[in-house]
């Protein structure tokens, strides 16, 4: 499963580590992904979502429904 929200579209960036001499070795930065499973009561189904900390703040100001709808419309959801 790839590192990338569902909901905000957050990945995995590159960058450098950099020791306090200065040394500078190449490092990821991975977001914070959580498995969760979301109620639609329209639809009356449990949808599971891989979504970042952000993407969970999303949804619970602007909905399920409505971040799904987002969601879809910029490609970061497939299904």
């Known amino acids: ?12 960036v590159t ?22 499973k979301y109620f639609i009561p329209e639809e009356n189904r449990t949808v599971s979502l891989r979504v970042s900390a ?8 602007i909905g399920i429904v409505e971040a799904l709808k987002r969601a879809k419309a910029k490609g970061f959801l497939n299904a």
Do not use: E, Y
């Open 15 to 36: 960058g450098n580590a950099v020791s306090h001499s200065n040394r500078k070795t190449r490092r990821t930065f991975a977001p914070n992904l959580q498995d969760r």
């Open 1 to 12: 499963m790839s590192r990338i929200c569902q909901i905000t579209g957050k990945h995995v």
């Open 54 to 61: 952000a993407g969970m703040r999303t949804i619970t100001k």
